[in-house]
């Protein structure tokens, strides 16, 4: 049995993503729209049963996203591209002088414009998962996008308008 990520929507709560490991055990990250994030782990004769819950704070995930090489989970919202038809996954840069720069997330207007979701930031070799509204993007950003080819090119031609406000 090979390794693998399956990520769950749950309406009203956020996202769960779970890990089901070779054994078959199975880990999961529960990312509320809050913001919070819950480390799971369920039982192993039963895996809707969850035997533990460990909230995180901001600077424990992202010290445990350090430990386990945050650009995995890259690595597997890329491999999404093959497994869901249509669904792509793109990087865009905020280059110097870009008028996006210290501006935030939520002006873009991103999803409701295009249907397209930014899922994560990459800032300095950091991943910033799931970024909220009130996210400044700074120069250098790369953002990442998850949507239909046409939603991305709406995310990019949003990023590249010269005057956002």
Same mark, same amino acid.
């Given at each position: ?73 890259? +690595?597997?919202?890329? &491999? /999404?591209?093959?497994? *869901? %038809?249509? !669904? ?58 998850? +949507?239909?080819?046409? &939603? /991305?090119?709406?995310? *990019? %031609?949003? !990023? ?6």
């Amino acid at each position: 049995m090979r390794v693998r990520v399956e990520q769950t929507a749950l309406p009203g709560i956020g996202v769960r993503h779970d890990l089901v490991m070779a054994s078959g055990r199975r880990i999961g990250v529960v990312s509320h729209r809050s913001g919070r994030r819950d480390l799971v782990l369920y039982d192993q004769d039963d895996p809707d049963a969850c035997i533990a819950s460990l909230p995180l704070t901001d600077d424990e995930a992202e010290a445990l996203a350090d430990l386990l090489g945050a650009s995995l989970m890259l +690595g597997q919202l890329a &491999g /999404l591209r093959s497994q *869901a %038809a249509g !669904l792509l996954t793109e990087q865009i840069s905020i280059p110097a002088g870009s008028p996006w720069a210290h501006k935030k997330l939520g002006d873009t207007r991103a999803r409701t414009r295009t249907g397209a979701s930014i899922v994560a930031v990459l800032r300095d070799r950091e991943v910033i998962a799931s970024p909220v509204p009130s996210f400044a993007f700074q120069t250098g950003d790369v953002v990442v996008v998850v +949507g239909t080819r046409e &939603g /991305l090119d709406g995310v *990019a %031609a949003i !990023l590249a308008e010269s005057d956002p406000d």
